[in-house]
């Protein structure tokens, strides 16, 4: 919360370390092993040795809003994919579900702190509305941005661009 109520000049710079994106993914991935859908995630990587300048706790607590929302949006025994690629203006991370979707009226509010969607909301589905707001504001403290494709009813894929290391 502190770090997303700081205004962008107070955040500072964070030190980032060259990681390679693949193997930190399926790491990550293994801390999700005790969690009661566990067996529904799948890591389909489209290249190894694909280098990103992260801080990896940082931005672990990105993946981790993105992947528990795919989580909780989804039913149990669907599959979530997770994806990692390159490609020549940069790198990329995604998380695929195949849960409710986003309404489009809801779009445009996704990264809002504290926005909760009318579906959620009476669903009982249990959030703050923070996850989405802090993993936009760490996405762009790595310089890199989110992108979202999502059908109501169909599922959602959120894709995390970030710039290649420098060399």
């Not at 980032?16 to 999700?32: D, H, K, M, V, Y």
């Not at 672990?60 to 992947?67: H, M, N, P, Q, S």
Request: proline share 6%.
């Amino acid at each position: 919360l502190l770090y997303l109520a700081r205004s962008e000049g107070e955040a500072g710079s964070i030190a980032c370390e060259s990681i390679e994106l693949t193997q930190w993914t399926a790491n990550r991935l293994l801390e999700w092993g005790r969690h009661p859908r566990a067996a529904d995630l799948r890591f389909e990587p489209t290249g190894q040795h694909i280098h990103a300048a992260l801080q990896p706790d940082l931005f672990g607590e990105l993946f981790d809003a993105l992947l528990d929302n795919a989580l909780k949006y989804s039913r149990p025994g669907t599959e979530v994919t997770v994806r990692t690629g390159e490609e020549p203006s940069g790198i990329w991370i995604e998380i695929e579900d195949r849960g409710c979707g986003i309404a489009d009226e809801d779009m445009p509010h996704l990264f809002r702190p504290f926005f909760r969607a009318e579906f959620a909301r009476k669903q009982g589905i249990v959030g703050s509305g923070l996850g989405l707001a802090v993993a936009a504001r760490i996405a762009t403290a790595h310089g890199g941005t989110i992108e979202v494709a999502s059908r109501s009813g169909e599922g959602s894929r959120f894709r995390i661009r970030l710039p290649r290391p420098p060399a």
